[in-house]
Structure formats: C-alpha cells, structure tokens
C-alpha cells in the first residue's frame, strides 16, 4: 500500500512540478531514474501496485510526451491495451490517454499567454522557443495516431466499462480535436451501435450523426462496420472473465443451423436500423448502403465464420425498415444483377463436378463388385438444381432432404464430407470448396429476394412500373 503511495506521488510531482524541472541543469536525469523505477514497479505480482506504477506512469507522461514516441514505453503501453490485460489496467491505460488528450487540449487553448514558452534543444546545443500548443499539436496528433488502433480496439472489448471509457473518454476527444481522420472509427462506431449498453449506443450513433455530414467516406466504411459488429456480436456472446456483467450475454447464428438466437441480433437489428433511417433521406446514400451488403455476398472467401456472417448479413437486409417501394425494389435489383454474374459459370462448374463425381463413383462400383448403380450419379444434379433456382419455386426431391431454411448448412456438410472421401487434388479441392460456398450464398440471396417479394407484397408487373411516392405496406411475418 505505501509503495503504491509513494508511486503515485512521484507521478504527480513530475506532473505538476516539470516546470521546476526544466530549469535544472539535469532536467532530464530525474525524469528518467522516475521512468526506470516505474517500468521495475509494472511487472510485479501486487495487483495495486501494478495500478499505481501505470498510473504514475501516465502522470510522467502527461509532463513529457515525447517518451511515449520511444519503443520501451509503447511495447508497455501497448501491453496495457492489449486484449488480454486485465480490465482495471485497460481502464487506467484509457484514463492515462484521456488525462493527456485534456491536457494537450487546453495548451491548445485561445486563452493560453505567450509568457508560457516551452525550449526544444537543437544540435549545437541551441535551444528553439516554441509557444505552448505550437509544437504540442504536431506531437499531440502522431502520439494519438500511433496508438489508434489499440484505442478503437478497447471500443470493442467484452468488458462494457472499457468500451464506454474508450469511446467517451478517448474517441469522442480525438474526434473533437480533429487529430485523425474521422473514416477510421466509423466501423467501429457502426459496431458500437449494436452494443447493448445503451448509453455506448446513443453516444456513436451521435457521433455518426455528425460524420454525416461528409457521405463519401462515410457511406464507404459501413458496410465494413456491418461486419465488424458481426464479429463485436460474436466477441462478446461467451461470457468472458473481464465481462462485469455477466448478464449481458449475447448470442449470434454461429451454430450453422440458420437461425439467430434474439439478443444479440435484436441490438444489430435496432442499431443498423438506425443507421439506416439516418442515410434513408438520401437516396443515393441508403442505395450505396444496400449495395455494400450485397457484393459480400460475390464471391466470399472461405472461413470459419463466413457463413454465419452472410446468414447475419441476409437477416439485416430483410428486416431493414423500408417505407418506399422503391427501397426493396432497388435491393431486389442488386440481388438480380449478382445472381446473373455469376448463375451461368456457376451452375457450369457444379454440374461439372457431380458429372466427374459420378464417373468416378460408377467406375470403383464397377471395379470392386461388378455392379453399375447409376442412382448416386443424379442426386448432386438434383440438389444444385433446387440451390440455383432463381424463383425459388423448385423443392428438394422427397428423398428425405433438407427444405430452404436447413438446405446451407446440411449442404455444405454433405459437400465436405463427400469431397473428403474422394480422391481429389489440393487445387480442385478448393476450387469445389469456392463454387459450393458461391452457391449457398446464392441461395441466400434467392431466399432474400422471395421474402421481400412476398413481404411487400411485389410482383414482377409491379418491378417493371415503379411508381416512386407510393405507400409501402408490409406484412408483419418474421423471417
């Protein structure tokens, strides 16, 4: 405890007391034994003491930023941010950044004299007077630019008390002050406008509302912010050890069984909604948007979480509260122009592959028992037909399959599992893994587009006459 004091008290007198310091000969030699003896304090086992070291630190800091420019004191500043730090340490890290951003700000001020003048030794010994703020700004800005990203990545944390203090305390500063580009942290305020502390929510939706004013960067960046609150949702639905409120649990589709569990995706729901009535105006805007969430759906990559995101992203666009016809009729469009691109060359490559497939498996029956079955040979036809059918009016043959809401998931099952018992080349292997992913995300978008056709009650005359200031109704049927 008295360590922890005494540390504490170190920091506040360099703090408050660099003025004296600077007009000592060996200005820089306190400073540094200070430094030394705080990086020995940070490592130790006692939990407060640890606290206490990180919190003088920042008060050495505050006096003299240019230390936090040097590589020691960013891998241990980095540390602190770090994913994996204890959430108290997180927390004084946040507040450290926050202290300094205020400090900086009021050297910055109109009413600051000009007796206050801060010397910048040169080479030759010289020293350069510069007036407060002046050369404040420019070390201000690259400090806060170095370490942006483990700012906006505390945005995200599991613990609510971290994203709060990042976002309230750090961003919206930085923000204020105009020390990066506001295209940055628009992702993550999309993010945050799903969390479900709703004091997290209201300030980024806030501070989204006064991006809006510059819509060329800022419509760009939220279709990457739809997936980086996919990826926040999925952070913060295990109930982690830095979480205070154990609670607050959220859950997102990443069973693969094609349905979202409420919590979480009710917070997405309300947060893109609105996103979206904040773009809605504009046309152009909330076009953009719509199409944004779409071109994911053109060739994805693979991962582990691809799947659930392109479920994610399919639920979002069919619960998106549209009032105009022409809104759903648009987002119909973009699905159309994707499935034409790419149907054709899909449907060529699949059905190339249940061709080879049955080859194969007609010559081993032919080999091992003398006995042509040609049954097998038709199934992979029949089930890419079902998946590529545009209208969505074609079923699964009765043979005991899967309907729409199973068929993504049991079919990319049957694919791996078929493919694993196959002799197949590396390179072919992902070529089949690329088309058989291409397709369920096709399949998404068919089943989208039925929904939207069904739901507002459009048809194909309708599509084709738009009549634009009409009134849209809906049907209340959940997806």
């Not at 990559?301 to 549209?322: D, G, K, Q, R």
């Not at 809104?327 to 190339?352: D, F, S």
Request: glycine residues 6%; proline residues 4%.
């Amino acid at each position: 405890m008295q360590v922890g004091r005494c540390l504490f008290c170190v920091g506040l007198l360099i703090r408050y007391g660099n003025s004296l310091l600077t007009s000592c000969n060996d200005k820089n030699v306190y400073v540094t034994s200070s430094l030394s003896m705080l990086k020995k304090y940070l490592p130790v086992e006692d939990f407060f003491v640890k606290v206490r070291a990180l919190q003088a630190l920042g008060f050495v800091l505050i006096a003299r930023p240019e230390y936090m420019l040097e590589k020691d004191i960013g891998k241990m500043l980095e540390a602190t941010f770090s994913s994996s730090s204890d959430a108290h340490l997180k927390m004084q890290a946040l507040q450290n950044m926050y202290e300094y951003l205020l400090d900086a700000e009021s050297q910055m001020g109109p009413d600051k004299t000009s007796n206050d003048v801060v010397n910048y030794s040169v080479e030759g010994g010289q020293s350069l007077p510069v007036a407060a703020g002046a050369g404040d700004a420019n070390i201000c800005g690259g400090i806060v630019q170095l370490y942006w990203d483990n700012i906006l990545a505390r945005c995200l944390d599991v613990n609510e008390h971290v994203r709060q203090s990042a976002l309230k305390d750090c961003v919206e500063v930085v923000l204020r002050q105009g020390l990066v580009h506001p295209i940055t942290c628009v992702p993550y305020l999309v993010a945050l406008e799903t969390d479900p502390q709703e004091l997290n929510s209201k300030l980024a939706h806030q501070l989204l509302m006064n991006m809006n004013e510059y819509p060329a960067f800022f419509e760009s960046s939220l279709g990457d912010g739809l997936h980086m609150s996919f990826l926040f949702i999925q952070s913060t639905s295990i109930c982690s050890p830095g979480n205070s409120n154990p609670k607050v649990q959220i859950k997102v589709p990443g069973n693969m069984k094609g349905k979202s569990d409420g919590g979480g995706f009710a917070y997405a729901r309300l947060g893109v909604s609105r996103i979206y009535k904040l773009i809605r105006a504009n046309r152009v805007s909330r076009n953009k948007f719509m199409s944004s969430i779409v071109r994911k759906f053109d060739n994805p990559s693979w991962n582990h979480s691809v799947i659930p995101f392109l479920m994610y992203c399919t639920e979002i666009l069919a619960l998106l509260p549209f009032t105009s016809p022409d809104e759903p009729l648009y987002l119909i469009y973009a699905i159309n122009r994707v499935i034409q691109v790419r149907a054709g060359t899909l449907e060529a490559n699949m059905k190339a592959i249940s061709l080879c497939f049955s080859h194969t498996d007609i010559h081993k029956i032919h080999h091992e028992n003398g006995i042509v079955e040609q049954e097998p040979a038709s199934q992979p036809v029949s089930n890419y037909t079902t998946l590529m059918d545009v209208n969505g009016a074609a079923k699964l043959d009765p043979a005991g399959q899967p309907h729409a809401d199973h068929a993504t998931s049991m079919n990319s099952k049957t694919h791996m599992t078929c493919l694993d018992s196959c002799d197949i080349s590396k390179d072919d292997l992902q070529k089949v893994q690329a088309d058989c992913l291409a397709a369920m995300a096709l399949q998404l978008l068919i089943k989208l587009k039925r929904r939207l056709k069904f739901v507002y009650g459009l048809n194909d005359a309708w599509c084709q006459q738009l009549k634009t200031g009409e009134v849209l109704t809906r049907q209340n049927i959940p997806f």
